[in-house]
């Protein structure tokens, strides 16, 4: 989990908190800076499960170049193994 996601977290309960104490309270004003805190921490959240995505996409295809590398295989395209064969 990332900086991000936890920012997220805690601003959709903290918006969530805001909005039902404006609800309880009847602060209209209270109501909408809950919900519009909510969407922030959604896409927040959103934002670092994306990057989190990417990241482990990244170190993943890191360690098949790096495996591949040590057991000397070459990188092979299917151009390539047609040229091999003519």
Known sequence: ??????KGAIDEVV???????GELT???KLQVEGMAQQMKGKVE???GKTKDVVRDAIEN???????????????????TERNKRK
Do not use: F
């Not at 918006?15 to 104490?21: E, Q, V």
């Open 1 to 6: 989990m990332n900086k991000d996601r936890m």
């Open 45 to 47: 959240n959103a934002w």
């Open 26 to 28: 009847g602060d209209t």
């Open 15 to 21: 918006g969530s908190a805001k909005r039902k104490a």
């Open 61 to 79: 295809t890191e360690v098949h170049v790096d495996a591949r590398a040590k057991l000397g295989i070459k990188n092979s395209t299917p151009d």
